[in-house]
């Protein structure tokens, strides 16, 4: 491949098939890559380079033997380290699974396998995915490749970091409040959160289930639904699994926005930096031009997800994470007098700070004293969001807000654990809803790239490829 050249899941399945390159070259190539980046960036935990290298080569056999293969073979990418893969450790970057090296795949793992993908290795995250800067890892912090002395964004901050960095093609990452889309937008490079139940979480690790959903990170739109065709569908084994067939995701994907109709979130314009507010205007501007009608709605009950968001998310994780004793799972303090203190000091020295605050708040908010106050509250709230958005979207097509209500910080810049909790308030109402949402890339703020977000409806999103490449392209 030439220097320069976008290198995209499109450009290099093109070029494999014309003969341009190796399945073995591009691996190189991203290998080469993550050396020099490596030591400032920090976005992998592990690197499989021989594995990586065996399967590039099987797949150049199977291309040179004339064989017809799915679009993504022979594509370097890399996964979250909270997704399982078979025979290579998964740590969720945490102490306490440091050593755990998965007897299975992922769904998601499984399909990219079979899809020819190659798997490059695995990537940091906040400890078991709570955080929104990627400094919660129990194995160091990830940069923002960008400018390395900012965040990446978080959790899924590794896979933002090495597409944005060119260590990957592409890279699967999760989502439960906003872990692809925030980090994507901050390193400027495509972020989708799917529908609840489209990619299955069979071998996710669970921080709170009913709100995780594994993410897709990549260079442009195309890319993402392209990918997204790949890994989705219905598997037996989640039980939240989805059996709404998938979309033609690619087809029509170039359309453009005549006709459609998008909500600006009136209260994101508020809450937003003065850089990310003229961007917001900008692509409502964008759309307009390309032919899209764009009115202002206001979302009053935005302010109380993040709450709602935080209340809902630790309940579920105090009571999952609880099988981490030191007995059947992970780090064990075998140095302990007895049971009791097993448990106690395996969860004291296996887990970081975050995770130990969301644990006692999830167990907090679960209390007889505080289940009707908190997590009560919090679930009807929950069920008011669904009600406004799905009404909200039986007349739009989609809502567009900010992924992230500034762009990347110093990592000195936010100490308090609050002020980074609020880094994801405008990510977190899809999550709780369970619909789509992607960001894009648009625009600038300070030299750093502004993502803005499409929300649509639940399996919409070909519709939001279809108004996301659209802006991306600015074409009508
Ligand atoms: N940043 C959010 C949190 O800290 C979201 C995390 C996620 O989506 N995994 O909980």
Redesign the pocket.
Known sequence: MRNGEKWTVQTLARALRGGKCSARELTLACLKRIEACEPEVHAFLTVTREKALTAADRIDARLAAGEELPLLAGIPMAIKDNICTKGVRTTCASRMLENFIPPYDADAAERLHQAGAVLLGKLNM?EF????DTGTSAFGPTANPLDVSRVPG???GGSAAAVAAGEAVFALG???????R?PAALCGVVGLRPTYGRISRYGLTG?APSL?QIGLVTRDVPDCAAVLAAVAGFDPRDATSSRVPVDDYLTGIGEGVRGMRAALVRESLEESSPGVRRELLRAAARLETLGARVDELSLPFLRDMLPA??IL?SAEASSNLARFDGIRYGFSATDAADWQERIRESRSRGFGREVKRRILLGTFVLTKEQYGPCYEKARRLKGKTLASLRTALSYYDFLLLPTSPEVAWKREEKRDPVA??R??LF?VPA?IAGLPALSVPFGMDQGLPVGMQLVGRAFGEKELFRAAHALEEGKA
């Open positions: 906040d995915a709570m955080g929104s978080g959790s899924s999760s989502d439960t409040g906003g872990s692809v925030q921080f995780d968001y935080h998310s980074m909790y880094s994801d990510v999550s």
